[in-house]
Structures are given as C-alpha cells and as structure tokens.
C-alpha cells in the first residue's frame, strides 16, 4: 500500500458527459502528479499541482482540468468525454516538486470507460 | 518523440535465474531514474531508483545499473522469482523541470517456475 488513495476504483460513463476522479496523497506529501495510461499512448503525464498550486502541465487536454484543494487532495476533472479518454488515470504524491530528486508512489488508478 | 524507450516488450526467464530488463533515454537534462513494477489493474509500484551520479544502486534482489555515456540503465533481478512476474516500467525525471516522470513503454516478465 503506497499511502495514495483514489477514487473511484471504476467509473463507466457514456460520452459527451463529465466526471470526476479524485486523489488524497500520501501523508505529509505537497505535490501531486496525474497521469494517464491509455493502450496506444503508454503512461503520460497529465498535470502537476504543489501545495495547491499549479506547477506543470503535460499532454493534458483542454477539456481536462485539475485542482488542489486546502487539505491537499486533488481532484481531475473530464468533460465533454469521447470514446478516446477510456484510459487508466493515476496520481501519484511526493513530498516537494523540484530542487531535490524525489520519489513518487501512484495511487491504485481509476479506470474510465466511456461508452 | 520517446525519450525513454525500452527495447523489449517481453522477457521470458527460469526461476532462480537472472533478468535483465533494458532502457535508453535521450534527453540529457534527466538526473534521477527509477523502476516500477505493475500488476495489471493496479497502480506502479516503486522498485528502485537511481541518481545520475551513481552508476549502481543495489536493493536486495534489484540492482540498477546507470551508464551515462551510453544514456542506458538497466534492472537486474537475481534470483528471478515467479511472484516477480509483471511488467516493469523504467521512467526518467530532472529535478530541475518539476520531477515529472517520462516512461518507458514497459518490458512484461514472465518468470517460469
């Protein structure tokens, strides 16, 4: 068990709708990391937040956005959803986001299936 | 454009012997490599890392080894175990640019008993 939670474990919706994923890192962790692990695109990252602010964007899409909230867990959310976004989303936690090289431990994912 | 790449996409070893799992990167700004290793339908979990001013690091079983030249690392697991059966992602991050982590397209291991 890393300490990272998600949930939901499994989210199936149909397209054109919106949903949201949500993360709680592990304790103590500020930064929190999104990725996205389709079949033709491998893991990639998404977005980074810090202590609830933004710190970096990947292959995020416009219809995607992410927060961090207070107590640090971060929430992603889908809109306008296609067939394409069916993917795993994982987030992962480390303790700071630059200056130092840090480990980071996922989260058991969220699974997306968009019909 | 892959900046990390791993060559193998499976790997086929007998328990008790060794397993060496591959990876090239590109970018010369990565400093801090790790592996992980996946069970299909859950999360990576972290195995091992290494700073880009080692050459090795050893953990137990697990020994990754970093050549900086050749812009190649490599895991070694001895003995291989059938529990180690999964597949291993190899992934790059630079401290400087946020710590993302780039991956590897993942080397499934298959250990026979």
């Known amino acids: 068990d890393s300490g990272v939670t998600q949930t939901p474990k499994h989210l199936i919706t149909a397209t054109g709708q919106r949903v949201t994923l949500r993360c709680s890192p592990r304790?103590?962790?500020?930064?929190v990391y999104w990725y996205q692990q389709s079949l033709d695109q491998g893991l990639q990252f998404l977005i980074q937040?810090?202590?609830?602010?933004?710190?970096a964007k990947g292959n995020i899409l416009e219809r995607f956005s992410a927060q961090q909230f207070p107590d640090l867990h971060s929430e992603l959310n889908l809109s306008s959803l296609e067939l394409g976004d069916s993917a795993l989303y994982f987030c992962a936690s480390s303790t700071r986001t630059s200056g130092i090289q840090e480990t980071q431990y996922f989260g058991p994912g969220t699974r997306l299936l968009v019909l | 454009d892959q900046q990390v790449k791993q060559n193998s996409p499976s790997l086929s070893v007998q328990e008790g012997r060794i397993s060496i799992l591959n990876c090239d990167y590109t970018?010369?700004?990565?400093?801090?490599f790790l592996w992980y290793k996946k069970y299909p339908a859950e999360g990576p979990t972290f195995l091992i890392s290494?700073?880009?001013?080692?050459d090795k690091n050893e953990d137990g079983r697990f020994t990754v080894f970093l050549n900086k030249s050749a812009k190649h690392l490599s895991l070694h697991i001895v003995p291989s175990q059938p529990g180690d059966s999964a597949v291993y992602f190899c992934a790059a991050s630079a401290w400087r640019a946020g710590n993302m982590l780039t991956f590897g397209g993942g080397t499934r291991l298959m250990v026979k008993p």
């Open positions: 937040y810090y202590n609830g602010e933004e710190r």
């Open positions: 290494i700073s880009s001013i080692k």
């Open positions: 970018n010369s700004m990565f400093d801090y």
């Open positions: 304790s103590g962790d500020l930064s």
